[in-house]
């Protein structure tokens, strides 16, 4: 599709327009699912690849990770600690790094907070192959973000 550029385009075909409000219901969705658990939307994201690591990681794989930079995730990681998420601590074998881990209460909570997104999300009425194929076009776009960027 080639879009003319001889007529602006109305906002509500705007792809980024969509995203971005999509974006915004997104993270008013889970901060009313995670209050209950006194989370915030990018501390979820943290416990999730916590989770999916099963082991501690340093604070620059967690970025790069969650592509967030050093000046976002420290006070979220401070945050998290203060609250009993996550234990912060040097690397033994290099004390440059700072590695995080989850507290057993974040390993006691992980099935209640897990099990609360997925039941509100099954609010979407989607089917699994459904959401997949949605995931997948959002990642295309973001791919392809990335490769337009990198040509900038």
Not at 105 to 117: E, F, S, T, Y
Request: hydrophobic share 40%; net charge negative.
């Amino acid at each position: 599709m080639n879009i003319d550029m001889n007529e602006p385009t109305k906002l509500n075909q705007q792809m980024c327009f969509a995203l971005y409000e999509a974006n915004k219901k997104f993270n008013r969705f889970y901060a009313e699912v995670l209050d209950p658990f006194n989370l915030t939307y990018p501390q979820y994201l943290v416990l999730l690849n916590l989770w999916e690591k099963d082991h501690s990681v340093t604070m620059r794989e967690l970025g790069k990770e969650l592509a967030l930079d050093s000046g976002t995730l420290t006070p979220l990681l401070k945050r998290l600690e203060s609250r009993g998420w996550i234990v912060r601590k040097k690397d033994p074998s290099d004390e440059r790094h700072v590695l995080v881990e989850l507290t057993d209460k974040a390993i006691q909570n992980k099935g209640a907070i897990v099990n609360k997104v997925s039941s509100c999300l099954n609010h979407l009425n989607m089917q699994k192959n459904e959401y997949l194929e949605r995931l997948n076009d959002i990642n295309d776009i973001s791919d392809r973000l990335d490769n337009i960027i990198a040509d900038i």
